[in-house]
Structure formats: structure tokens, C-alpha cells
Nanobody, 121 residues
Framework: QVQLVESGGGLVQAGGSLRLSCVAS????????MGWFRQAPGKEREFVAA????????VYADSVKGRFTISRDNAKNTVYLQMNSLKPEDTAVYYC??????????????WGQGTQVTVSS
């Protein structure tokens, strides 16, 4: 089992920045790809970004390319999402996910509880 805990959400003005963190605990000796997803009120959950175990491969949704950066520190069992140039449409609950490979993240075995990001206009 892997437990994921997100933090770093909050209220920020449009154009501002936030950095989300997701700390993994439990069976972290396994090699997991990690990803971030988000869900806005009344909308389905959508993919945001993902990173391979080594950090050598990253994938981004078109809506966040050039603004968000995903990274990880395996020594700290932590994955980050640096969000710059935030827009009101980025407002959502952001979830961290872990799976054995990037392709499986949308139906990942492990999910965090989410952290709220609110961007005011």
C-alpha cells in the first residue's frame, strides 16, 4: 500500500504561483510513476501532468504546458507541481496519483485526498 498526502494549495490571484507537494509513504520502495489530476466543480477529473519514476519522462496537458512543471525527489518520496501564471480556470481540487507506469495513472491504484487551488480574477 502507498499513502499519498498533498499540500500547498490555497487562494492566489490570477497570474500568481503555487507549488503543490505530494508525499508518498508506505510501500515507497517500488518504482511508481506519479501524476497530478484536477477536478473542478461540476466537471470530470482531468489529467494535468505526470512524471516517470526516474524523472526522465514528463507529460503535460495542453492547457498547462509552459505554465506548470512537474518534478520529483525520490530521496524525499515527494513529487511537486510548480504552477505559474495561474488562471481562474485552474481552480480545482488537485489530486496526486501513483501507479506502476505513466499510462496507467488515470486509473491509478493510489490517490491522495486532494488539495484545493482557487485562483481569483
Amino acid at each position: 500500500q502507498v499513502q499519498l498526502v498533498e499540500s500547498g494549495g490555497g487562494l492566489v490571484q490570477a497570474g500568481g504561483s503555487l507549488r503543490l507537494s505530494c508525499v508518498a509513504s508506505g510501500r515507497t520502495s517500488s518504482s511508481y510513476a506519479m501524476g497530478w489530476f484536477r477536478q473542478a466543480p461540476g466537471k470530470e477529473r482531468e489529467f494535468v501532468a505526470a512524471i516517470s519514476w526516474s524523472g526522465g519522462s514528463t507529460v503535460y496537458a495542453d492547457s498547462v504546458k509552459g505554465r506548470f512543471t512537474i518534478s520529483r525527489d525520490n530521496a524525499k518520496n515527494t513529487v511537486y507541481l510548480q504552477m505559474n501564471s495561474l488562471k481562474p480556470e485552474d481552480t480545482a481540487v488537485y489530486y496526486c496519483a501513483a501507479d506502476s507506469n505513466i499510462a496507467g495513472l488515470s486509473t491509478a491504484d493510489y490517490w491522495g485526498q486532494g488539495t484545493q487551488v482557487t485562483v481569483s480574477s
